[in-house]
């Protein structure tokens, strides 16, 4: 996919996975449980993902949702039913499926641009090309200047854009991204929001993005999946039906957005009540 660099530009050698399409991910009655079948995470759990859009999932505490993302990113296997990208089964991590774990997880003996060049060495990329795409994301999210860094000398939302430009550095056609801005204060979390809103612009990937959020799921999601308590199911699929690109303060304003949050509060409810935690 790597294209030559013809002016120079070293943007130009830098792959992308435009024209590749997103496959069609298809979560067929997944059931998985943990400790002996003792404790039941997921129970006949099924969805369909569609090429490049981006579906929040959101579900109380403990209903599956971070075991729902490894099972689709082949890091686990279900016990029954199966997940197919295209109509092929997901037997164990594809190169076009990419996890983002919930911080991230720089590696903190790794300057900016080791962690950011990290996943494209394990990919064998050639050096020239890592350090061209290495350059050209951190330019994405602002980083330029802080190539050297180490992870400890930056801010929290620093930190999180390292996290981005190394999950689209890989240029996986599927992110799946579980609560990656949970951890942050209000203010950083809503630029990050934007900030990721812009990449998925610039590069139409399928953003499964689990959230405990519902402003968070209303503001990037094209449809919300709302689970059940454990074991956990999708319960209902929520179009947000807001048009793109979308102004988030804007958004807020709107009565469709006041609507959905009221009706998505009102379907978790009951599911949070179940598992006895907040969402
Ligand atoms: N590796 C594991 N071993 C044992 N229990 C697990 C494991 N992973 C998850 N669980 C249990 O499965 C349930 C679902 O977990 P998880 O998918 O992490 O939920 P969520 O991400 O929605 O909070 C929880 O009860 C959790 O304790
Ligand atoms: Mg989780």
Redesign the pocket.
């Known amino acids: 996919m790597s294209q030559h660099n013809v002016g120079g530009d070293p943007v130009a050698t830098v792959p992308r996975s435009a024209g590749r399409k997103s496959p069609r991910i298809v979560v067929d009655r997944v059931g998985k449980s943990?400790?002996r079948g003792a404790?039941a995470?997921?129970q006949e759990c099924s969805l369909e993902i569609q090429p490049s859009e981006v579906l929040c999932v959101i579900?109380?505490?403990?209903?599956?949702?971070?075991?729902?993302l490894?099972i689709i990113d082949g890091l686990?296997r279900p016990d029954t039913g199966r997940v197919l990208a295209d109509g092929e089964e997901i037997t164990r991590p594809r190169r076009d499926l990419a996890m983002v774990f919930q911080h991230f997880g720089l590696f903190p003996w790794k300057t900016v641009s080791g962690n950011v060049a990290y996943g494209l060495r394990v990919q064998g990329r050639p050096d020239h090309e890592v350090r061209a795409t290495v350059r050209h994301y951190l330019e994405m999210v602002g980083l330029q200047g802080f190539e050297g860094h180490y992870p400890y000398q930056l801010s929290g939302g620093m930190q999180q854009r390292v996290g981005l430009a190394r999950a689209f550095a890989v240029d996986p056609s599927v992110l799946l991204m579980?609560e990656p801005f949970g951890s942050l204060d209000a203010q950083t979390r809503e630029v990050m929001q934007g900030e990721l809103l812009r990449l998925w612009r610039i590069q139409r990937k399928t953003l499964v993005f689990?959230t405990h959020s519902i402003d968070e799921a209303i503001i990037l999601g094209d449809r919300v999946a709302l689970?059940t308590h454990?074991p956990?199911r999708i319960k209902e699929l929520i179009d947000v039906g807001i048009p793109r690109p979308r102004d988030p303060e804007a958004v807020r304003g709107s009565p469709r957005y006041a609507t959905l949050r009221r009706y998505i509060w009102n379907e978790l409810k009951p599911e949070v009540a179940r598992s006895g935690e907040a969402p």
Do not use: E, H, Y
């Open positions: 943990f400790r404790v995470a997921l579900g109380p505490s403990g209903c599956g949702k971070t075991t729902l490894r686990i579980d689990v689970m454990r956990g």
